[in-house]
Structure formats: C-alpha cells, structure tokens
C-alpha cells in the first residue's frame, strides 16, 4: 500500500508528457505539451483549408466520395483545446469493454450533442449549435445549426430530424422515450418546439428556463442521456406514422425500430459522430470506423478524426481485464468503464517499460469516492422511521472509520469528506461564501468519533437491550443494517462496504453485507426494498443545479426514491390518482413528502432556482440546499472526494490530455460532463501510425 500511494503520487505530479520525453529522439514523444492548459473560449477562425485522410481521398478521386468541402459544413467545428499539435491519420485504438452492447462506447464520442462543455465545465461551447441566444427571461431560446451538416452517410442533417425525435418518439405515446430535463419549464410544463427553418429551432416554455443550455452540453445524446435527434430519412421506414406496414409492436422490445436506431451496434444506422459503427460481433467485440461526413476539424485544417478505428474487445472478467493491460494488449484504456483501479496503479507503471502504457490520472472531480445512501422510502415503517431520523444517520456517519478507507483504498488520495456534490462545482468558487458553504457540508459530519456515536444513538434510544453485543430498535426489536450492492461491484466498493461494516459492528449495529444480483437492481430500490445503495459516487456537476438530483429528490434512483417519484407527477392528473392506495403498491410506486419536511423544502428552494434567471441568486439557493442537508443529513455518506481516474496511453499516441493540461484537473467521473469525449479522441493520433494499426481488421 506504501509503494501504491508513492506511485500515486508520483503520477499525479509527473503524469503530463514530460516524463516521456527523457526517451531521446527527435519527436515530441510526450502525449501531450505539458505547458498548454485548457480551450479557447471563443470559436476559432475557419481554415482556408481543408484536409482529409488519405482513404477518403482515394474515394474522393474514384468518384465514391465528394470533395471534403462538400462534406463539411459551411463552418466546421474547430476543436479548441490548447494542447493539441497537428496530427497524423491512420493507426486504431484498441481498448477494452465490459459487453459489446455498453453505453460506454457512445462515452467516447460527443458528435451529436448540441453544445459542448470546455475546461472542464467551466464554459459552454458551440457543437452542432454555431450560436444560440435566449430573451431576458430565458422563457425563449433560439438554436442556429451549422449549415451543410450531413449524417454519416451524406444524407443532410436538418431540424426535422429534431422534430422527428420529438414528435413521432417524445410525444407520441407508443414511444418509451421521455422529455428530458431540458424540455421542460421551471414550472414543469413541456416546451414548445418549433423548427424556423431547416437549420433554426426555437425553443418556447412558459417559466424562465436559464440552465437550458447547460443542459444541452451535457451527455453525449444518442446512447447516453436523451436523443435530442434521429435520422429521420432512414428511421421513419420502421414508424407507423410513415410506414403503414410496420407491425403494431414497432415500439416494443421486440420490435424494430430501437433496434435500428441502435447506432452503437447497428452499422446502418447514420451517425454525427467521428466514428460509426462497422462491425458488431455480440460478446466478442465492437468496431467503429471513421466517419467521412465529421463535421469537426483541427486548427489547422485536417478532418477528425484522424485515427482510423476504435476497436473495443469484449472481457468480462476483471482479472483479464487487468491482465489485457499488464500485458499491453491494449493501446488505450479509459479505466473509469472497467474494473481497473487504484490497487493497479503499481503493477501498471512497473510494466510500461513492456506495455509501452503510460499511466495518466485526472481528477474525478466527484464529491464522494465509494458512495453510501440510505433508501428514505424503505418499505418497513419502523426502519424506515429511524433512517429518516438525522441522529441514527449522523451517528453512523461519526462511526466510519474515512481516514482508514481513504488510505487503503484509494491510497491517500482525495479529499476527505461528509459527501457532497462535486467540489469543483462553480457554486463553492464563486465567492468566499461558497467556499465556506462547501466547507461546512464537507466536514458536517466528517469526524471520526465512535464514543460520540454510541452517545447519539443512545439518545435516541438505539441500545443493546438484551445484552447480545448488539444494539436494538427503539422499541426493543432487532435492528440489522444491510449494506445492499451489486453483486459483479468493483473491488473499490466491496472493500470499502467491510471497512464500513466493520465500523458499524464495532459501535453495535448488526451490518450485513447483501451482494445483490444486478438484474432486477433498480426496480428493487425504487420500490423501496433495498435498504442501501453501496456502489455509486456523486460524481455530478458542473453546477449543483444542471444535474441535481444528488441534491433533490427528482426521480426515484437516489436517496428518496418514492418521494423522487412523486415529484415528477406533481401538476400532471397522475398527482391526484390512487390518492388511496398504498404509497408501494401506486403505479409508478410514490409517496408524497411529510408536510414542512426536508424533502418539502428542497423542493421548494429548487422550484425558485428553475425560474430564477439571475446566477448569483440560482448559487444563493443552491447554498440553502445545502443547509438543508447539513441541518437534516447526511443523506449522502462518502468517504474522499476527487480522487483519480486512470488513463493508460501508449507512448506513441499524441495529444491526449495530461491532468496539467485540462483547465480544472479533469472532470472525470459525471456522465453527464462525458469522459473521455469531452476531450476530443478524434483529435488524438500515432506519432507513427503504421504500427499501430489494427491486426483484426487486416
């Protein structure tokens, strides 16, 4: 654990590219320029020219392929970042997967989201949006597409493809596809969406909606988060709307057209993004190749991406993963989307002298590590009563041994902590109140004093009434705390759950610990039978309000799931049906909050951010959230915040970011600030491409 955490360290202070260059040669053999930080912030100038690589330049001159002009937009994209140095094309990336069917590809590709986060959430970017712009009151919002942007198969993109994803899919009733977050008003009414013309799209709610544009820079769209768009020409052949013949199941598991719309595993279907796919082998392996109609360039001129594929190979198993790395049988591996950890970190750096792997870490930027939550809405009153009751939480907060976790488990890495959103979020660094705010929540319950546990439980009448070592319920009933957890969990969360375990036993609580099948997870927690949810991290921001529901009960995923539930039914005509049936038996399963209670307030504090257009106010009532959990919670137990992720990058792969190039550290762990896409892969290139090509696909 000593050699892990000098390691750690040394990584964290070396792991930009200079460490590299001690190789000798004459090519920057750094991934990276370890001295440029961050993106621009205003678009770049459009090149005079334009490059392409040379297989498409082949099919240009066979008559296959227009000119690259032709398949560029108007006014490409010019990708930003600081670090970035011209490129070379050809090679592949060749990296690892869990499942051939995972969301995690999509991770690496940010094509079709409408705007963009840089530096690291800090600002918003254009994307397939050029401009947009809102009226005083963020009531209307008005999108200015690129023109001349085309899909994957050079068919031209256009509002309607919007349309089509809203109309025949959001809004039709046949369709599973939900309106996003982003779609609705601050008083929780769908917009109103109208295409101008074929490159412009007005945006009409009837309450200020000012975070809509944080909202479409988050996720990657299609795959991940909400579509935002299809392709209508080749989709509507599958939708009854267009297609008569269509069976009736059209919209279901078995019917076809989420099928087709899988563009993740469905080479036909058309795509905005660097790569599409070329190949699906189910549980062996998934390959995407370049896309020749990208609409993004480099500074200079060349059409991204400039690698040729991304191949991902399918291995379940966590020791082979481990082992696909060691061996260097892989040239690239995000370690976020496998079972690779900080334990790893020794034996990695010990082989790059084989693997040619260099070992990178970025920031988390999440506000916990291994995560603990208490479900509010458990099923069984009396357990219930007393996880709702701030005392038995803050007791077993007080309990937990954080120090220890940190230190065995992510190697003195970190912050310690309560639990909080992340701390890189704009609200604890705009002024010294945020930062005294974020300090409050971070330490409310931080300390580690297992005799001021015991006190506070006493107080509240959980004791050891019959002398068995174990204390009771107020009532005198046995009391079992159950630490519940995906069964297939990464080693992070399971040796942290027998820490914490062992740190409850030792102040009474009976803790077991309930490795659960993943099938069947989510419904189990949101009907409220699970007691705990062990295997998640708060890794959500960059703001406390674009992705909230770590800190308000919204949905029924997190801390308080029926009540979350509950909230989405609120002003609709569900909100006042089966009013008297059991809160666990309504369809959906909801329950509304205790009347003047915690959840009530946050819902009322988050109501005004929504409709609340001045920032400084929006932070204001973030910050009362906050103390809302301090006075109430923790409803979120964590151990350390931002701790990191590992990167492997092979020596000859340029321009991936160091921490020390990305303007915060990185900004790893939320989905919905996509890693690695936010930083570009398809800007990524081999300082010598012929050897690094792909020996599957030759």
């Known amino acids: 654990m000593a050699a892990a955490s000098v390691t750690l ?17 004459g090519d920057d053999t750094s991934s990276a320029s370890s001295k440029l930080k961050g993106s621009k912030t205003e678009p770049l100038p459009v090149p005079k020219e334009f490059k392409e690589a040379p297989e498409l330049a082949k099919l240009v001159k066979e008559g296959k392929l227009p000119p690259v002009h032709e398949r560029l937009p108007e006014n490409p ?41 840089l530096n690291d959430g800090q600002t918003i970017g254009p994307g397939l949006v050029e401009s947009w712009e809102s009226n005083e009151d963020a009531t209307e ?37 939900m309106p996003p977050d982003e779609a609705r008003s601050g008083k929780g009414t769908l917009m109103t969406m109208k295409a101008i013309d074929e490159v412009t799209l007005s945006l009409s709610f009837d309450a200020p909606a000012p975070l809509t544009a944080d ?55 058309p795509v905005m993004t660097g790569w599409k796919c070329k190949s699906y082998n189910e549980g062996r392996r998934v390959v995407f190749e370049r896309n020749p109609y990208y609409w993004c360039v480099s500074p200079d001129g060349a059409q991204l991406p ?39 970190v020794s034996a990695l750096k010990r082989a790059e002298q084989k693997t040619k792997l260099r070992v990178f870490l970025w920031d988390a930027g999440d506000g916990s590590g291994s995560l603990v939550f208490f479900n509010q809405d458990y099923h069984e009153p009396k357990m219930r009563e007393l996880i709702r009751n701030p005392k038995f939480r803050q007791a077993l907060s007080h309990a937990y041994n954080r120090a220890e976790v940190q230190k065995a488990v992510y ?17 604890f660094h705009v002024n010294d109140e945020g930062k005294r705010m974020y300090q409050a929540w971070r330490d409310s319950y931080l300390k580690y004093d297992p005799e001021l546990a015991k006190k506070m439980l006493d107080e509240i009448g959980v ?19 159950r630490l519940d957890y995906h069964a297939d969990s990464a080693q992070e969360h399971v040796s942290k759950n027998e820490l914490l375990a062992r740190d409850w036993r030792a102040i009474g609580i009976d803790t077991q610990l309930n490795p659960v099948p993943p099938d069947g997870y989510g419904d189990q927690w949101r009907f409220g039978k699970l007691m705990t949810n062990t295997n ?32 989405n039914v609120r002003g609709t005509p569900e909100e006042k049906k089966e009013l008297d049936v059991d809160p666990y038996k309504r369809t959906p399963p909801r329950m509304e909050p205790e009347p003047g209670g915690p959840i009530e307030k946050l819902w009322e504090l988050y109501d005004q951010s929504k409709v609340e257009p001045d920032e400084m106010k929006r932070h204001r009532l973030v910050w009362e959230m906050i103390k809302v959990h301090i006075e109430y919670g923790p409803y979120l137990l964590g151990v350390c915040a931002n701790t990191p992720y590992i990167v492997l990058v092979h020596e000859d792969m340029r321009n991936v970011p160091t921490r020390e190039n990305l303007a915060l550290g990185g900004f790893a762990a939320p989905w919905i600030h996509p890693t690695p896409a936010v930083y570009d892969p398809e800007t990524w290139y081999w300082a010598n491409p012929e050897e690094h090509g792909d020996p599957g696909l030759t």
């Open 463 to 481: 004791v050891d009434t019959d002398g068995d070592g174990w204390r009771e319920m107020p009532d005198g009933s046995k009391l079992k705390v």
């Open 77 to 117: 994209y010019v990708v930003p970042h600081n670090w970035l140095t011209p490129g070379k094309y050809g090679g592949s990336i060749m990296t690892i997967t869990g499942a051939s069917n995972s969301t995690t590809h999509a991770e690496f590709m940010y094509g079709h989201s409408l705007l963009r986060w």
């Open 9 to 25: 360290a040394a990584c964290s202070a070396g792991s930009s590219g200079t460490s590299n260059s001690s190789r000798g040669g």
């Open 306 to 344: 400039y690698i040729d594929t991304i191949s991902f190979n399918v291995v379940e198993n966590p020791e082979v993963q481990r082992l696909h790395a060691l061996e260097g049988k892989i040239n690239f591996l995000y370690a976020g989307f496998t079972t690779i950890f900080l334990q790893d």
């Open 215 to 269: 909202r479409l820079a988050m996720w990657v769209k299609r795959g991940n988060g909400p579509s935002w768009m299809e392709p209508k020409h080749y989709l509507k052949q599958f939708h009854p709307k267009y297609n008569p013949n269509v069976p009736k199941d059209w919209a279901t598991d078995k019917g076809e057209f989420d099928h087709k719309r899988a563009w993740i595993r469905n080479p036909e279907c």
């Open 411 to 427: 190697y003195n890495t970190g912050e310690l902590t309560t639990g909080t959103m992340s701390p890189k979020a704009i609200e």
């Open 536 to 567: 998640w991290e708060t890794g959500d921001g960059p703001n406390c309000l674009v992705y909230p529901q770590w800190l308000v009960p919204i949905e029924s995923s997190r801390w308080a799931p029926l009540q979350g539930e509950f909230y």
């Open 141 to 177: 919002w008005v999108l200015h597409f690129r023109k001349g942007l085309k899909w994957s198969d050079g068919h031209p993109w256009s509002t309607e493809d919007i349309l089509f994803w809203w109309e025949d899919m959001v809004l039709n009733e046949e369709h599973s596809e």
